[in-house]
């Protein structure tokens, strides 16, 4: 008998960081359990699909990368999309969904996803179901997982239509009714209320509320013992999940009193110990990520010392010449300043506003301790051969593209993986196929699986555990070394911006950061640094000086570290220097804002006839006495008429003396920046909507640069006369004319 011929779909992903790309593979590699074959390619390889001529539903799943920009894989998809000689029935032949991937901490939430949908019905193209906007600020799984489940009903909901169409029109009929969205799925969207967005507030409200009833409707359980993937197999790297009513059931953060037969027992939930509900309840488990490395270890005669990364040919090794630290000793936080030297690298200039990476390598003692835990350690320095496994089920498994087959181990966990990296639940899920122990199997599931969710997060997200804390909760779990490489993600380098002007130091390139600390929790014996901030720290504590202490520019010579420039063309100066801007930037968001007002300075001195726009710097800190950054520089700044207002806030200082002016006002002492922009609102809104100025933020993503955006948005209410859907749209517009930017990370 011939073989049936399953119908077909087509997945296609843009991807920055791997979580699209995971998302499309594991959509693929489940449509066969549902009865259809998905054909998987990246949106950058356009030898493989063609959309002018597809007759399957397409599945878009997109990322969102920078200023609302499109992923490196996107970008050409995105450009041809935006050909306006494009007609407006281009694509009528096609049917369409997309899950779009964003995180409302950052500007144009899902930008990228928003753009395609939107030429994609500008050319004629149909949907066939509802669209997701999953964020990552409050979870990806929130929206994703269900997105996913409702999926396969679409899609063949969509082949049987265009299967009817297409009978219809053999037969000589009249063509059916426009496509619309399947109207028993409903529009999986979270925080609509976006500052780009314009919808009305009806839509809004109608949505939230479908998407309320969606995300608390309880999902089908199947029981451990026969368990059906909730999830697609090789389920991706997502980053975060909502504590809301999307969760199912959980034992965090409860304790129960008593136990069966021991009176008088507290009992507490913990990340390696569950109670009931959670502890008691089926579970929906994702599918096992399938292995595709064949990974093996050989010896070699002699070992090939290799310092610092791999991709030297883009990389500038830059000597560190002076460390400063800027804040006093009884500081909550740790501010540093180091000062690069890059003369001899004269092809890099960089830009007041612009950052580069830092290529730092995993701490050393970790690295000691994931090759004890894997019972490596004396093969250290044996090679690493990699190749694909011959019967693997991953769709467009191919070895890692960052990692040569010539790397000793012990290079490989040091400068290649993301140790640190907090596991994802693909990872977890992975690792109860390496655990002896039953309770600890348990557990493990039980923090994958969706009714787990809570637990997930409260015990391994937010505590940002890592793989060697996640291994030493779980002794009896052994992992191969081909499971890290598989599942554990790159190691990335970390962006910092610039805190100076090449006008001012020609040669240098200054930073500042603060040293990262991360506290002893579940899971964590002991607190730990930043991997980045901390080993720069190791670095030039030998010499770190106080700004006081001039000799520091006689500091013996310090390490290089490996650097690479990221120009960010738009969040600098404007070019008019007549146009007038703000500036906020509380704490070490001040680094960039530096950087202007020295290349504003030099400008200023060297053409004293030029019309200069007003400056303004909103600043915060906790106390003046000791984390005022750049404090002497600042005032410096005000002195010389290049910073043309200057307006600081202490959040931890009592009550105390702050000028005349202060002392006769009635209102509250500002506290944080927002305050003081609120005080400050009628010139901040004139510069913004009458002048055509600039407004900057640099800082904190999840709590300042959405206090700053409120007071904004309050600001421009008032000043207007206008409601707050109109206030969005205001600010808007300033962000599609880059005149409302933002610098900010999470």
């Not at 790309?21 to 699909?49: D, M, R």
């Not at 001012?504 to 390139?509: D, T, V």
Request: hydrophobic share 35%; with cysteine.
């Amino acid at each position: 008998m011939p073989c049936e011929v399953k119908p077909r779909f087509v997945v296609l992903y843009g991807s920055q960081k791997g979580q699209a790309e995971s998302l499309a593979e594991g959509i693929a590699e489940v449509a066969e359990e549902h009865g259809l074959v998905a054909e998987l390619s990246c949106l950058s390889h356009t030898e493989k699909y063609n959309l002018e001529k597809e007759n399957a539903p397409v599945v878009f799943i997109v990322s969102t990368t920078g200023e609302g920009e499109p992923p490196d894989t996107a970008l050409q998809f995105v450009k041809h999309l935006k050909t306006k000689t494009l007609s407006t029935d281009h694509y009528t032949h096609l049917c369409y969904a997309l899950l779009a991937l964003g995180d409302t901490n950052y500007a144009d939430f899902c930008n990228c996803g928003k753009t395609i949908e939107c030429r994609l019905q500008e050319l004629g193209a149909k949907q066939f179901y509802a669209t997701g906007y999953a964020d990552d600020g409050v979870g990806l799984e929130v929206v994703v997982e269900p997105w996913i489940d409702g999926l396969w009903k679409a899609i063949k909901g969509a082949l049987s239509k265009m299967a009817s169409d297409k009978s219809d029109v053999l037969k000589g009929e009249a063509g059916g009714p426009k496509e619309t969205p399947d109207s028993s799925i409903p529009h999986v969207q979270l925080n609509l209320l976006g500052i780009t967005d314009h919808q009305s507030c009806e839509s809004i409200k109608a949505s939230a509320e479908t998407l309320s009833k969606f995300a608390s409707s309880p999902a089908p359980q199947t029981a451990v013992s026969d368990l059906r993937p909730a999830f697609p197999a090789g389920s991706p790297v997502l980053a975060s999940q909502s504590r809301g009513a999307a969760s199912v059931s959980t034992s965090a953060p409860k304790t129960q009193t008593g136990n069966a037969g021991v009176p008088g027992v507290a009992l507490a939930a913990s990340l390696t110990c569950s109670l009931p509900p959670l502890s008691e309840s089926p579970l929906n488990v994702p599918a096992l990520p399938p292995p595709y490395l064949d990974v093996s270890l050989q010896e070699v005669d002699s070992v090939e010392q290799i310092v610092g990364p791999l991709n030297k040919e883009t990389l500038h090794a830059a000597p560190i010449s002076r460390a400063v630290q800027l804040t006093r000793g009884d500081s909550v936080k740790r501010a540093l300043l180091l000062e690069l030297d890059i003369s001899a690298h004269p092809m890099v200039t960089y830009h007041p506003g612009d950052s580069f990476d830092v290529f730092c390598p995993n701490k050393a003692e970790e690295v000691e301790d994931v090759l004890h835990r894997l019972g490596l350690h004396d093969q250290r320095n044996h090679r690493v051969h990699m190749s694909l496994c011959k019967d693997t089920k991953k769709r467009g498994a191919q070895l890692p593209s960052y990692m040569s087959q010539n790397l000793s181990l012990l290079y490989l966990l040091t400068w290649c993986l993301e140790i640190r990296s907090v596991p994802k639940k693909a990872f977890l899920r992975a690792l109860v196929e390496h655990t002896g122990d039953a309770v600890q199997k348990r557990r493990l599931q039980e923090l994958c699986s969706r009714q787990g969710n809570a637990d997930y997060n409260l015990y391994v997200r937010d505590s940002s555990l890592g793989v060697l804390e996640l291994l030493a909760a779980f002794p009896s779990c052994s992992p191969p070394l081909s499971l890290l490489i598989e599942l554990l993600p790159k190691l990335q380098p970390r962006p910092y911006s610039a805190a100076s002007s090449c006008l001012r130091y020609p040669g240098k390139l200054h930073f500042v950061f603060n040293v990262v600390e991360f506290p002893a929790c579940s899971g964590r014996l002991a607190g730990r640094r930043g991997l980045c901030t901390g080993w720069l720290f190791d670095l030039i504590n030998p010499v770190l000086v106080s700004p006081e202490e001039e000799e520091s520019s006689n500091s013996p010579a310090l390490p290089k570290i490996h650097v690479s420039l990221r120009p960010n063309c738009s969040f600098r100066p404007p070019a008019d220097v007549s146009a007038p801007f703000v500036m906020v930037g509380p704490g070490t968001g001040v680094a960039p804002f530096i950087g202007f007002l020295q290349q504003r300075e030099q400008e200023r001195k060297e053409n004293p006839e030029a019309v200069f726009g007003e400056t303004w710097l909103f600043f915060g800190c906790r106390h003046r006495d000791r984390d005022y950054l750049f404090r002497e520089e600042l005032e410096g700044f005000v002195s010389s008429g290049t910073l043309s207002h200057l307006k600081v806030c202490f959040s931890r200082d009592e009550e105390e003396e702050e000028g005349e002016e202060e002392a006769t006002t009635s209102a509250a002492r500002p506290r944080y920046v927002q305050h003081n922009l609120l005080r400050n609102s009628q010139h901040i809104t004139d510069i913004l909507l009458k002048q055509n100025g600039y407004f900057y933020v640099c800082g904190d993503a999840k709590n300042m640069a959405k206090d700053v955006n409120n007071a904004l948005m309050e600001m421009i209410q008032t000043e207007l006369q206008v409601d707050q859907l109109d206030a969005m749209k205001t600010l808007a517009g300033l962000r599609e004319e880059k005149r409302y930017l933002q610098d900010i990370w999470g």
